[in-house]
């Protein structure tokens, strides 16, 4: 048995790790149909492990951030295969560019799918799930933060899109404490972490291992992860990873002009009805069809 999470970001030309070009994605692509593997959203992985019937071999696509490209160059191709996908949008950034207040200062701010983008994904059969409210690192968050990125980006993507939204994906990889693991375990029924690794029987459905692609970006070596003969390979990196993340993190600590801008953006689309003044003026503020909760 062999099954994994794939993790892609943006699917365009440009700087690793987060770029992987157009060319490339279309033979993963190519590698996946050939590797005879079912594709499926995360929803349907999660119900596969949580009934213990995990298939023979499945890949599931993952998409972190919900970036434009991912609709304008990635879904394109999926569709053309018939493969499903799951894209793990930013609540608080629809519409908008990857500037959430912990993005490293030279990383590039790239232009985000809309509401409307979204709802156009999940209408071909793709899962949209959370990737917080405003990307932040749930470690060492408590209360009020945990509650907005955790409840209050689920809410504000479900009245976005008007599904439900049952999957989440840590920012960064950065797990939260015991309160926020029960916040997690209570308001989705899946969540993914950045740990490298293949899914196995009676897998953890709320810190699940993924594949960042940026490690197997040869065809050939994507093709061998899919068939579970990578293992020596996918662990001599997660310890890498691992120890990288220790002496240098993913994000960086929003200084105060980043901290006050955060907070007017959260008075001006929290407490502002929309179309009044102060209102936040973007389309993905309309309001949406409101769906039940997931339990």
Do not use: N
Not at 15 to 35: Q, R, V
């Amino acid at each position: 048995m062999s099954v994994v999470i794939l993790t892609y970001h943006a699917i365009e030309d440009g700087p690793p790790p987060l770029c992987i070009a157009p060319a490339t994605f279309g033979a993963h692509l190519d590698a996946i149909a050939g590797s005879g593997a079912e594709a499926l959203t995360l929803a349907s992985l999660a119900k596969r492990i949580a009934q213990r019937e995990l298939p023979e071999r499945a890949v599931a696509i993952t998409f972190d951030d919900g970036l434009r490209s991912v609709v304008r160059e990635a879904a394109p191709m999926l569709g053309a295969r018939g493969m499903p996908a799951t894209v793990f949008a930013v609540a608080g950034h629809l519409g908008g560019h990857s500037d959430w207040p912990t993005q490293p200062p030279k990383a590039p701010r790239r232009p985000l799918a809309s509401s409307d983008e979204l709802i156009g994904l999940a209408d071909r059969g793709w899962e949209i799930g959370c990737h917080g409210f405003d990307h932040a690192p749930l470690t060492g968050a408590t209360g009020a933060e945990l509650e907005r990125e955790l409840v209050t980006a689920r809410e504000r993507l479900e009245a976005a899109v008007g599904r439900p939204v049952t999957s989440l994906a840590y920012p960064y990889g950065a797990l939260p404490g015991p309160e926020g693991r029960a916040l997690v375990e209570r308001e989705y029924a899946a969540a993914c972490t950045t740990e490298l690794g293949a899914v196995v029987e009676g897998a953890d459905l709320h810190a699940l291992p993924r594949v960042e692609v940026h490690y197997v970006r040869r065809p050939d070596l994507l093709s061998r992860a899919i068939e579970g003969k990578l293992s020596s390979y996918l662990t001599a990196r997660r310890l890498g990873s691992r120890a990288r993340r220790m002496v240098r993190p993913d994000y960086s600590p929003p200084g105060p002009r980043r901290l006050a801008a955060r907070a007017r953006r959260m008075v001006r689309r929290d407490h502002t009805p929309p179309g009044l003044p102060g209102a936040s003026p973007r389309p993905d503020d309309s309001p949406r069809p409101r769906v039940g909760r997931r339990r």
